[in-house]
């Protein structure tokens, strides 16, 4: 019986009825007439639209239903569309969201673009233009959402994270606000930040949130390059473009089709160089050396400077066209000596990583060692935090880190720093009791350590405890 009920299957096969999958959209716009027209010239059969008139009312329309985009006019009654659409970017499943202003001026677009939008529509538009944008938008949709369930799987075989780097001060917290919005287009970017400040750290963290994350994020430094060899680096080049080219060579930017370039210290890129970076920004296209027609490449370009990239423009060092078209959206990374609240947390990763690299897994710092970290100005910032910290582990033979100025020579000289701070001016005596204070924080009050780090003997200290008033 089930064989024959299968041969009939086989044979006469069910009809199989698809039904097309309406595109959700919500309408926020406080001109009636818009509200009721637009409906209608929208195609019924590819749209289920519905309205509001205010931004309480797409905040309200979202709780309760799922769209996959929103038209959103930027100029709503008691809550701006651009303040609307910061809150619907923080939502990970969010639809995407297209401008609608009466405005025309790029700036309001590049604005929109920061915050997250998909796109922007000039009003009055035309309502094909529309229909193509909310398509376009919608399979962009559909993309996201693809490569994350894409990178989902990747990270559970391999392990790979993308949790936030570490940071606690305000001002980190609100970059890695920004950066998680941002992430989730395409938009060029430039980060700028006094070197170790970690540039690159958040250029892989934005290409890791990317819809490009499942492909190898590219870096090149700019500074690092031969000015003759640029092009070729960048662009590629054909067999015989010039000397030496004895084979065809793949540049950065073919190699990284679909993926995230970063270029680093972009502020010593050669002129000539800066025209062609520009050209290939602008529309996508390229050319390899010595090749006669150019290609096309999907890329995003990250860029990264501790440069004074204005000054640079104005001492014509520096292509004023490139600089604007790169800083669209700019993160500003402060220097560590700025943000001390990350010190302490910076210095718990560093160990925990190292206690692995090295197999020590009892190394510990003491207090008095933490708080001359603290107290550091770190002009090298991050990356020399993180190489003392290592230096003062590996000359070490003890688990315990007692003393960080012994261990390293760049604490105690800081004439290499661009701002010396003045030193406080103490009678010795003070500083000989400041320093004794610290010393028996560190040990827990133990005398007879103490005293072995002070290099004199538990008499003596005892001796100096009561002459400067520090005997319990």
Not at 284 to 313: H, M, Q, S, W, Y
Request: a negative charge.
């Amino acid at each position: 019986m089930t064989f024959v009920f299968l041969l009939l299957i086989y044979c006469y096969p069910p009809a199989i009825v698809t039904m097309k999958q309406l595109i959700r959209v919500l309408l926020a716009d406080d001109d009636p007439i818009l509200r009721k027209l637009l409906p209608l010239q929208l195609s019924a059969d590819d749209f289920e639209i519905s309205t509001v008139a205010d931004g309480q009312g797409v905040l309200n329309a979202l709780s309760e239903e799922d769209f996959e985009v929103v038209l959103l006019d930027v100029n709503l009654p008691e809550i701006s569309g651009l303040e609307i659409l910061t809150t619907i970017r923080q939502n990970e499943d969010a639809p995407e969201v297209i401008m609608l202003t009466a405005d025309s001026s790029l700036q309001t677009g590049i604005e929109a673009m920061r915050r997250g939008a998909a796109d922007y529509i000039t009003k009055p538009a035309d309502p094909q233009l529309i229909e193509a944008i909310i398509h376009k938008a919608t399979e962009r949709r559909s993309l996201i959402k693809q490569n994350q369930l894409l990178k989902a799987v990747v990270r559970s075989q391999s392990g790979i994270s993308i949790t936030e780097p570490v940071h606690q001060s305000p001002e980190m917290k609100k970059i890695f606000a920004q950066a998680k919005i941002v992430a989730k287009t395409d938009t060029t970017l430039l980060i700028r930040g006094e070197s170790g400040t970690g540039k690159d750290v958040l250029a892989r963290w934005i290409h890791a949130n990317s819809g490009r994350a499942e492909l190898p994020f590219l870096s090149v430094n700019c500074g690092a390059l031969p000015e003759n060899l640029f092009e070729s680096e960048f662009f590629g080049h054909e067999k015989g473009a010039f000397t030496g080219a004895s084979a065809q060579k793949i540049g950065l930017i073919e190699s990284a089709e679909g993926s995230t370039l970063f270029l680093d210290e972009i502020g010593e890129m050669p002129l000539l160089m800066q025209v062609k970076l520009l050209h290939f920004l602008e529309n996508g296209n390229f050319r390899r050396v010595g090749a006669t027609r150019d290609r096309k490449a999907n890329v995003r370009v990250i860029a990264a400077t501790n440069r004074p990239l204005e000054e640079d423009v104005r001492n014509k060092t520096f292509r004023a066209d490139l600089y604007y078209r790169l800083n669209v959206i700019s993160f500003h990374l402060p220097p560590l000596r700025k943000r001390k609240e990350d010190i302490p947390t910076l210095i718990e990763t560093f160990l925990a990583d190292l206690r692995i690299r090295f197999n020590r897994p009892r190394l510990i710092f003491s207090n008095f060692a933490i708080e001359t970290l603290l107290n550091h100005n770190w002009y090298g910032n991050i990356r020399e935090l993180r190489n003392t910290i290592e230096r003062a582990i590996v000359l070490s033979q003890d688990d315990f880190i007692e003393e960080i100025y012994e261990l390293n020579d760049a604490l105690k000289h800081e004439s290499f720093a661009p701002n010396p701070v003045a030193v406080e001016l103490l009678p010795l005596e003070e500083i000989e009791k400041q320093h004794i204070q610290r010393v028996l924080k560190a040990v827990g009050g133990k005398r007879e350590k103490a005293a072995s780090i002070l290099g004199i003997t538990s008499r003596t200290l005892y001796r100096k405890l009561k002459e400067l008033n520090l005997e319990d």
